[in-house]
């Protein structure tokens, strides 16, 4: 079965077209024939190597699907073949203290389909039946595909991890990526007022256009510190989105208001970070990591989803035989939303 991924860790240039076994469900689980796969800035994480993840290679890439079930396992979850179907490509195994307590997320055996297993830029992939949900009527498989990673994971950083309540001041570090595009929609459908900080003002009518309130740009001259206090009229921010990492978290942590949170949910620029920790204690601030959703979220996303309430943003789709083209569009960060790829034919 041919897929787009890699062979070996490297950059760009280790991008390829590789072949690997056509899978077949197990008991409990579900084939898809994909329709879509949407790329993610986890994939390029992937592609590069990421330290204590080992992944099977050659390796396909992509977190993001939606398709038809072709085959299923006996799986109990209602699942028949020929419906029209998103994945949820978080994968919990069910059995721990916090996939019990309903917080699948924190499942220490979580893994993430494109980054510990087979990904979606390919024909057909196998999940657990739960991991397959119907694809809203509303949405075309190239949507269905660009929304379910993006949206839970801005779900869960600000409803749950954020704890965010109407009227909320909330800025998103960063305009035009994946999340970004859905931590907008899902800010202001709880009720925020929503800032959108970025170093590139051609974003700007794009991201007023999904709801934000504010758009401001940051430099060297200007930095994102001190653009976010000054947009507050110099009261801070309750949340802050942050998913940059070394050049922006530091900034992000001074512009926040008393008992202010910054949430992280990546680290595109680096990783590692020197943080003033004074300025944490005596605003009673605080600094939260948020991955994925839940089951609950998950499905509390999907309805949204399903009602019209939040859209998946969608830059490019590209066929298969031109993924690499999509990768590297992606890549670049230029893009506004998603970049799908159609799945190879028949």
């Given at each position: 079965?041919?897929?787009f991924g890699f062979a070996e860790h490297g950059g760009l240039d280790r991008?390829?077209?590789?072949?690997?076994?056509?899978?077949?469900?197990?008991?409990?689980?579900?084939?898809?024939?994909?329709?879509?796969?949407?790329?993610?800035?986890?994939?390029?994480?992937?592609?590069?190597?990421?330290?204590?993840?080992?992944?099977?290679?050659?390796?396909?890439?992509?977190?993001?699907?939606?398709?038809?079930?072709?085959?299923?396992?006996?799986?109990?979850?209602?699942?028949?073949?020929?419906?029209?179907?998103?994945?949820?490509?978080?994968?919990?195994?069910?059995?721990?203290?916090?996939?019990?307590?309903?917080?699948?997320?924190?499942?220490?055996?979580?893994?993430?389909?494109?980054?510990?297993?087979?990904?979606?830029?390919?024909?057909?992939?196998?999940?657990?039946?739960?991991?397959?949900?119907?694809?809203?009527?509303?949405?075309?498989?190239?949507?269905?595909?660009?929304?379910?990673?993006?949206?839970?994971?801005?779900?869960?950083?600000?409803?749950?991890?954020?704890?965010?309540?109407?009227?909320?001041?909330?800025?998103?570090?960063?305009?035009?990526?994946?999340?970004?595009?859905?931590?907008?929609?899902?800010?202001?459908?709880?009720?925020?007022?929503?800032?959108?900080?970025?170093?590139?003002?051609?974003?700007?009518?794009?991201?007023?256009?999904?709801?934000?309130?504010?758009?401001?740009?940051?430099?060297?001259?200007?930095?994102?510190?001190?653009?976010?206090?000054?947009?507050?009229?110099?009261?801070?921010?309750?949340?802050?989105?942050?998913?940059?990492?070394?050049?922006?978290?530091?900034?992000?942590?001074?512009?926040?208001?008393?008992?202010?949170?910054?949430?992280?949910?990546?680290?595109?620029?680096?990783?590692?970070?020197?943080?003033?920790?004074?300025?944490l204690f005596w605003r009673q601030a605080s600094i939260r990591g948020s991955?994925?959703?839940?089951?609950?979220?998950?499905?509390?996303?999907?309805?949204?989803?399903?009602?019209?309430?939040?859209?998946?943003?969608?830059?490019?789709?590209?066929?298969?035989?031109?993924?690499?083209?999509?990768?590297?569009?992606?890549?670049?960060?230029?893009?506004?939303?998603?970049?799908?790829?159609?799945?190879?034919?028949?």
């Amino acid at each position: 079965m041919r897929g787009f991924g890699f062979a070996e860790h490297g950059g760009l240039d280790r991008l390829a077209y590789v072949d690997i076994p056509e899978p077949a469900p197990g008991p409990g689980e579900v084939r898809v024939r994909l329709r879509a796969a949407a790329f993610n800035r986890l994939d390029r994480f992937t592609l590069e190597g990421i330290p204590g993840v080992a992944v099977e290679r050659p390796h396909v890439l992509g977190s993001d699907g939606a398709g038809v079930v072709d085959r299923t396992g006996g799986s109990d979850d209602g699942v028949r073949v020929g419906s029209k179907v998103l994945l949820n490509p978080g994968i919990w195994d069910g059995t721990c203290d916090a996939c019990r307590a309903g917080d699948e997320a924190l499942c220490r055996s979580y893994r993430i389909v494109g980054e510990h297993l087979q990904g979606t830029v390919t024909r057909s992939v196998v999940v657990p039946g739960r991991n397959v949900h119907p694809l809203p009527e509303r949405l075309s498989f190239a949507e269905g595909a660009a929304a379910p990673l993006v949206f839970e994971t801005a779900w869960r950083a600000l409803a749950t991890v954020g704890r965010v309540a109407p009227g909320a001041r909330v800025a998103i570090v960063g305009a035009g990526g994946g999340v970004s595009t859905a931590a907008v929609q899902v800010a202001k459908l709880l009720g925020c007022h929503v800032v959108v900080a970025s170093r590139s003002a051609e974003r700007r009518e794009r991201a007023l256009a999904l709801g934000a309130d504010a758009f401001l740009t940051f430099d060297e001259e200007h930095p994102l510190d001190r653009a976010l206090w000054e947009e507050s009229a110099k009261r801070g921010l309750d949340v802050i989105l942050d998913s940059v990492g070394a050049p922006t978290l530091p900034r992000s942590v001074r512009a926040l208001a008393r008992g202010g949170r910054v949430v992280v949910i990546g680290a595109t620029a680096g990783p590692t970070v020197e943080l003033d920790v004074r300025t944490l204690f005596w605003r009673q601030a605080s600094i939260r990591g948020s991955t994925m959703a839940s089951a609950r979220e998950f499905d509390e996303v999907l309805a949204h989803l399903a009602a019209g309430r939040l859209r998946p943003v969608i830059e490019a789709e590209l066929p298969f035989d031109r993924a690499e083209e999509a990768f590297r569009r992606f890549d670049r960060g230029h893009p506004f939303g998603k970049v799908v790829v159609d799945a190879p034919p028949d």
